[in-house]
């Protein structure tokens, strides 16, 4: 098969690229489709300590990969190798490590990235297994939730080589693709129930820890705060555009919901090698893993893109916008009658 | 394909047909092949606000469409057009409108549907995609999660105009149907951990709101309250027949579960066009979500039909009965020797 | 077919033999093609009420089929036929029964098998369906969720009688199984937030159910306590070996991965007469079901075996370890560059 003569291919024979990593809800410019061999492909993160702003006046650490939270999507293809530069700056305060569930072994590189503040380290892995995967810090004990509750998670999408497929074989391809990271935050709360600020991020870690322990987050939020996907940052479509929306939680559980729309397809686990399922309203993905969706946008108008637990999206942060354009379709839904005093 | 040629009517080439709605766990009848061109379904919906009895003594306001929670189940099959009145009387407090997964555009039709105390509203959405599918209230920000968190919820099944079919193109069919909506109720205590009842639905808010943040329900019932499906509201069964349950959940995921029997075909995100999933114990459900599960009764007695988190069952109230008439077969299971002292 | 054939045999016409259960996470000896006709599978569980340490330091009432949480695993093909005796020891305070959602009627054997201390019983039932399935005690009311929050609770896998298929129907065959029960435990604490001891089970009883209520549990163990599958008891496995893992979880939603490796072949409820999912990072299991995944080890080293809410693998318990021996892989995974200092 044409895939496993691919996969034969070593790093040292291979193509060299540098992908240049973007902010989320944005996606790195790739092909659907693999031209040629396999590549390397060159990547660096560098983790940035800071706090942020989670909605109006309420103020978190987060220890974010390229400094967003979500960290940025990497893309690349089935045999690709996937070259990774950690970097830690010594601004930071903690050190910091990366575990990818697309690869193989030691901890999904966690045990060979560990890097102490103003230390950088470089790993290699193949890309063996198609599908969207979560990555995020993993520094070892107690550090490992913590991290993650501070946002330190991203998600890497490795594709087939000849593209996604639906179930009979034939070929699903987008338009364009947007990365949506949902976090829950731990954010304590002084005696009166107010949300407490720290001035530095180990001074934050316990109170947060006692959060934690609750099960029950303060906030949960798209691209790492509330509102990061509304207004002017809303995500955008034409009517008749496919759109692959990926969607990553590596911790609870969580349920993507387009208002007014469907998910075509869906591969809720992200495992781009099975059929997807067709015409969900809603999906639901485990914590711990990335998942894809693709909708073709048949109306125009404003969408609600939700985690459809409605408490967790309305009052906890959960919900983003798609701003989509074009010819309205009556046939698809209309008025017929306006509010009007009843009968 | 025949589906296709179906497709391409429209709303006023067809016959008008009006579908006498009814409380759930009751199922409106239907076909389950299509006959003839697709139809225009006529259905009326009426809210309701009124203070139910959840469980001995205790009480909760819930906004009811048609007076029930969840509301009634809506059937039709693909490519037929609904066509919807939504009825808010002038005794309610609280604008409402309806948001349907299984429509396409304007927020599922909420942006079409606001009623005021006192309106009424018709709109029309075409069933494109089959499956069963949740609907529910969805005013806009707060009042949306604190709407469904009053039960303000139904589901729609649309089937395929062929029927279903199992994942080798066989047919499947079922005797009858039975309408399961799980909802998640968060009633505020006073200080010594009393239930408190509040004498407007308005007052009853931002108590409300403050437990719904702690994403910890009170209550989680089936069909309104607790024991609203035992005893003399019990489902019943015969031995070999096949019966339908459909089950939504628009908040929390859940996860189905027939003690003492199996879900034979299961669709658990309700999408009749993917193959089912087979023989199974327990089907998880994610929030936001409505999904079938087909079972053929072959042992008489009383079976409980629940959410299989144990806690969520027997304390929350997520359970119902089943009373299955007919024969009991020891091949299938037999007690040999009855509750003896130990030797 | 062949199968059907197999089906038609009655318990008094084939062999009997006895299974020789084990403590989890092992797994009693088993053939994977069923040889020759259907067997009548005799197993015999005794209850044992006890304490046990779940932390350093923090003591919990469990009611244990066998001794362990979880129950051990019960294996046996389709249309085998199960003859179980459970026996409650006068030394222990409560009734019990079981109900395996393998069986059917009688709500899955528990209206059949309810003894008090000092009583056994026997019951049969037939496996007609394939799969893996949790078996629990549940003797009605608030003993149900009670006695499964005390860990009662295990898993049966019933093979198909040609053993498992990947979706094109290759027989996927492993080299060794491992059980992992995982289990929610509601430990009460005193005004100081300290876990409390009860001299009695029954003593524990109403501050446990009162911490049930919060649905949110103080432990989330693998096997019955933090680190039950760690240091001198973790897993173990081979560079090339195929293992299989079932997890059950009776009451919670869990979602396991193994960090560094994957789920070549999937059955998340467990339903293996269905296509498996392939390649998945994490696989979702609604709480009530057991699931079954497999994968081909290719690097040595220690991996974790998590339920991937963080949170709850390192701050509530759910967290194993297999040690995998062998030759480390460059192509997979390398280390490029150590940490050095950043430029
Ligand atoms: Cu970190
Ligand atoms: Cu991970
Ligand atoms: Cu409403
Ligand atoms: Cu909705
Ligand atoms: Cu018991
Ligand atoms: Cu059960
Ligand atoms: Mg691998
Ligand atoms: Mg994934
Ligand atoms: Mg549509
Ligand atoms: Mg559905
Ligand atoms: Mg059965
Ligand atoms: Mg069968
Ligand atoms: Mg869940
Ligand atoms: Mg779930
Ligand atoms: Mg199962």
Not at 213 to 228: D, E, Q, R, Y
Not at 229 to 248: D, Q, W
Request: hydrophobic share 35%.
């Amino acid at each position: 098969k044409k895939s496993d003569r691919m996969a034969r291919y070593t790093a040292d024979q291979l193509e060299r690229v540098t992908q240049e990593l973007v902010p989320p809800p944005f996606v790195p410019k790739h092909e659907q489709v693999a031209k040629g061999k396999p590549k390397v492909v060159q990547v660096t993160l560098t983790v940035e300590e800071k706090q942020v702003e989670l909605e109006n006046g309420v103020k978190a650490w987060v220890s974010a990969f390229n400094g967003s939270v979500p960290g940025p999507l990497i893309v690349c293809h089935q045999h690709d190798y996937v070259e990774l530069t950690l970097k830690n700056p010594k601004t930071n305060a903690l050190a910091h490590n990366i575990d990818l569930h697309a690869s193989t072994g030691a901890l999904g590189g966690g045990e060979l990235t560990l890097v102490s503040p103003g230390e950088e380290v470089t790993f290699r892995f193949k890309a063996t297994k198609v599908g969207t995967f979560v990555y995020h810090c993993a520094p070892g004990g107690i550090m490992i939730p913590w991290h993650v509750a501070m946002g330190m998670a991203g998600a890497i999408m490795v594709l087939p080589r000849d593209g996604l497929k639906d179930g009979h074989g034939n070929p699903i391809r987008y338009d364009k693709a947007y990365y949506v990271g949902e976090q829950d935050f731990y954010v304590p709360t002084d005696k009166n129930g107010k949300y407490k600020e720290y001035s530095t991020v180990t001074g934050s870690m316990n109170d947060t820890l006692e959060v934690m322990k609750t099960l029950t987050p303060s906030h949960i939020v798209f691209n790492g705060a509330v509102g990061a996907l509304t207004g002017k940052n809303a995500m955008t479509a034409k009517v008749g555009e496919t759109v692959m929306f990926i969607h990553s939680q590596p911790n609870r559980d969580t349920r993507p919901h387009i208002i007014g729309g469907h998910g075509d397809y869906v591969w809720a686990t992200g495992q781009f090698n099975d059929a997807p399922q067709t015409d969900l309203e809603t999906w639901g993905i485990p914590g711990g893993c990335a998942g894809a969706a693709i909708y073709t946008f048949l109306q125009p108008g404003l969408y609600a893109y939700v985690n459809h637990n409605l408490i967790e999206a309305i009052m906890k942060g959960a919900a983003g916008h798609i701003k989509v354009d074009g010819e309205w379709d009556d046939d698809l839904m209309v008025q017929l009658k306006k509010p009007t005093k009843m009968a």
